[in-house]
């Protein structure tokens, strides 16, 4: 290579990154480097959408003109000058030229495949590209895996002996299978839980383990129990089958299938997608390594985005390995450090470092930023969850006064039932919050009935969803009737609509007959109507010929209205489904948007409440302000991680998450005994919580550790001093003990002859009071000429005092 070749590659991939002015260093490395394997370990915040976003851009722009040593066109001394001007002092003029001149075979869109791991963020990534590059850019294959998948199969799933209509089960479909098979076996739900039981399928699909191969396991280790959900996995595999039905599990597996059996189907996908990039590396399971591996497995163009730091998944499958073993994996690949954080404080960030810091299992990053130091993180000690739950108001009400919007506050927590106390302190101050979790749109049954009717109008075959609407509305088809419909399916290796629609040739159905035939041939009719109308319209002709609209009005109540308007709104996601997908726009495509429908893909940043939510919610979100409720030990981390190294730092990842979710404030709450599941039990401050530098923090309330012992005791054992001396055997430990009263309690305060007036206070005003100190008033209900103060003192808990008896002793502050 001559001197004018290389000032010629250096000056283009110069030119290059004028388009990424604004990325920083690593971000750039991260960006120009398109060929081989790449692993991108992104830390929180780091901007790593940003990174898969613009790589994108430069693979449709230049190719992998940024990262090769090729020159494909004859170059001129003019046109190494005019690069190298370029670099120094862009020109947007002169940038077709020098897009030209740099440029090595661009990829097209259809020929990058961007797994994200939810449909929110495959839009978002298709939006942006489109606004940098044009409309071409909405070409990309941008998808889930289950998005991805669905659409291989779609084309391909009729070479391992599926039918090409076939429909997905949601969770929920799932479990109502796996309910029948159990009562047909005589199974005790109490002893064969049915999520337990999709939870050991799921498992045993992960590791591509058919029923077969599972009962021959068991068997030999002689687990009974496993032996019979052996027996109910193939059940519920022929009932899929025989319904032409995948479940999530289903999608992925069957598409690894088909790539291992298929040659043809393989290198066809892999001669499309000369690019593949992987979000979230670090939560994906063995299917989905599998399925990465296959596709990659040509040009071995991948891409993995991820952080080990972030892997708390393990619970469904994810394989935190997956991310580590990269390299093993791929000879070569080079690693790049995505370290500068976008999003929290410095303060956020050491202590949230401090934590993670203790993993073993992990590549190691410590993340810095730009934004200043901030606050320090507050820990804040409670004496239950009820104070606990009434400070964190508290400080949002606070907040709120200052100026800070609701939206603006989350409160994260490690599991549901911590969300009682919460939920109660919130409603009874008046606070609008929000439940990430809570009862979907798509969940709701009036919903899914209509779901129903399109699924079976798509696949008549759907023996689940038939049985959903055959009665619904009311036909005079009961439950009865259908088991006996059931039962001749079943024999005959018949689909059930199949059964119904030829009724009169069964003695057992024939007084039923002409409901059954009648049912049967409105779907029919609708299936013939399905072709000849727009989408919408379908719909909206199916809620009238159903009669389901009809039963609603009928009933013309307020729920039956409600229901009325959920159905309708139906009709604006299948609009909204046209607009962004308006070259397929059928039936079957809606169906599965739907299916593969996720809770995150439903937050809408405009609601101006509060955010309650689990921390493996909180994935991916941000927040000014975050609390983190419920840190001690047996709880956060849980008692199930206590000596086990594996579980206990996947919950030490999923503190890492939980802190880095804040931007500008960070609050840590425990309690000194906590009621869950009605039970009162004495709790210790997180391990977690001895990790952080003190400082980086702010600890209220902080309980003393003996002084025998020191602060390592904390998370270990017993570490708080008794107040007072006790009986042998009847000590009990001071964290529980009530606050002790004060040594001058509030005494009736004789009234002087003129009153003076009472202190002014509002919920949110700081105090602070002679004997209790400091806190934060949370209500006042005025009585009289007095109010009730409810008041939550640092240091003492929740107390109720009259305010004009208290008032010589409180100061506003």
């Known amino acids: 290579m001559n001197d004018l070749e290389k000032r010629f590659i250096e000056a283009r991939t110069r030119a290059i990154a004028t388009d990424y ?49 090729e020159i494909p066109l ?64 909405r070409d990309v294959w941008a998808a889930t895996f289950h998005s991805a998948c669905v659409r291989i199969l779609r084309r391909d799933i009729d070479k391992i002996g599926f039918d090409r209509s076939f429909t997905i089960y949601d969770t929920d479909d799932s479990k109502r299978v796996i309910k029948d098979i159990l009562k047909e076996m005589g199974l005790e739900e109490k002893t064969f839980p049915v999520r337990e039981v999709l939870s050991v399928i799921s498992n045993a699909k992960d590791a591509m383990m058919m029923p077969e191969e599972f009962s021959q396991l068991w068997e030999q280790r002689g687990d009974w129990r496993r032996v019979r959900m052996g027996r109910v996995y193939a059940a519920y595999n022929r009932r899929l089958r025989d319904a032409n039905a995948l479940d999530f599990d289903d ?88 370290e500068q954080n976008y999003r929290s404080t410095q303060n956020i960030l050491d202590a949230a470092n401090a934590v993670i810091r203790h993993n073993v299992g992990r590549k190691g990053k410590t993340l810095w930023t730009e934004n200043g130091a901030g606050e320090v993180v507050t820990v804040k000690t409670c004496f239950n969850e009820g104070d606990e739950a ?39 101050n008046g606070v609008p919050y929000k439940i990430i979790g809570g009862t ?38 009961g439950a009865a009737t259908m088991d006996k419909a059931q039962v001749i399916a079943t024999e005959e290796s018949l689909p059930l609509m199949e059964v119904l629609r030829r009724a009169g040739d069964y003695p057992q159905l024939k007084a039923s007959t002409g409901k059954l035939t009648g049912f049967t041939e409105m ?3 609708m299936r013939r109507q399905a072709d000849d109308m727009g989408l919408v319209e379908f719909y909206e002709y199916v809620c009238r010929r159903s009669g389901y609209v009809g039963m609603l009005q009928e009933k013309n109540d307020m729920e039956s209205r409600g229901r009325l308007e959920n159905v309708e709104e139906l009709s604006s996601s299948i609009q909204a489904f046209l607009e962004n997908d308006p070259e397929n726009p059928t039936l079957s495509g809606f169906l599965d948007e739907v299916a593969l429908y996720t809770d995150l893909d439903s937050q809408e940043a405009g609601d101006n409440c509060v955010t309650l939510m689990t921390m493996h919610s909180a994935k991916g979100l941000e927040f000014p ?10 709880l956060f981390p849980g008692n199930r991680a206590m000596g086990e190294p594996e579980e206990m730092e996947e919950e030490r990842r999923l503190c890492y998450v939980a802190m880095t979710r804040a931007k500008e404030k960070l609050t840590l709450t425990n309690a000194r005994q906590r009621m869950l599941f009605g039970r009162t039990t004495p709790c210790m401050p997180s391990r977690f919580l001895k990790e952080i530098p003190e400082e980086n923090m702010e600890w209220l309330g902080k309980p003393e550790p003996r002084p025998t012992s020191s602060w390592d005791d904390f998370g270990d054992g017993p570490a708080y001093a008794p107040q007072r001396e006790a009986r042998p055997g009847t000590e009990r430990p001071a964290h529980l003990e009530r606050p002790e009263r004060p040594a001058h309690p509030e005494r009736p305060v004789r009234p002087a002859a003129v009153s003076a007036p009472l202190l002014q206070l509002q919920p949110g005003d700081g105090v602070r009071h002679s004997a209790f100190g400091q806190g934060m008033v949370l209500s006042v209900r005025p009585m009289g000429g007095d109010a009730l103060v409810e008041v939550a003192f640092d240091r003492v808990g929740t107390k109720r005092l009259m305010l004009k008896a208290a008032g010589a002793h409180l100061v506003k502050l």
């Open 21 to 69: 002015a604004h990325l920083n260093p690593r971000q750039l490395e991260g960006v120009l480097t398109t060929e081989g394997p790449l692993l991108l370990l992104a830390g929180a915040g780091s901007g790593k959408t940003t990174v898969l976003i613009n790589r994108v851009a430069n693979l449709l722009r230049y190719g992998r003109g940024s990262d090769t040593d």
């Open 74 to 137: 004859p170059i001129s001394r003019d046109e190494v000058e005019f690069l190298e001007q370029y670099a120094a002092r862009p020109d947007p003029e002169q940038r077709p030229l020098m897009q030209y001149l740099c440029a090595v075979e661009p990829a097209r869109p259809w020929e990058v495949l961007a797994i994200t791991f939810t449909n929110k963020a495959a839009n978002e990534l298709k939006d942006r590209l489109e606004k940098m590059l044009g409309e071409e850019a």
């Open 251 to 338: 999608i992925i597996l069957h598409t690894v299938e088909l790539l291992q059996s298929d040659r043809q189907t393989l290198e066809y996908y892999r001669n499309k997608f000369r690019y593949v990039l992987i979000d979230e590396y670090q939560d994906t399971n063995h299917m989905q390594y599998m399925l990465a591996s296959l596709l990659a497995g040509g040009r071995k163009n991948i891409c993995v985005v991820g952080d080990d730091d972030q892997s708390i998944y393990r619970f469904r499958g994810a394989n935190i390995e997956n991310i580590l073993s990269f390299e093993k994996q791929y000879a070569g690949a080079r690693t790049i450090r995505l």
């Open 390 to 428: 009434n400070y964190v108001v508290g400080q949002i009400m606070m907040n709120y006064r200052r100026g800070v919007n609701w939206k603006d506050n989350a409160v994260l927590y490690r599991m549901n039932a911590q969300s009682n106390a919460l939920e109660y302190a919130f409603k009874r």
């Open 440 to 477: 979907k749109f798509f969940d709701r049954a009036e919903v899914k009935d209509m779901l129903a009717y399109l699924c079976v109008i798509n696949n008549p075959t759907d023996d689940l969803r038939l049985r959903r609407i055959v009665n619904v509305p009311a036909r005079k088809i």
């Open 523 to 525: 779907i029919d009719e």
């Open 625 to 634: 302000s975050v609390f983190v409720v419920g840190m001690e030990d047996g």
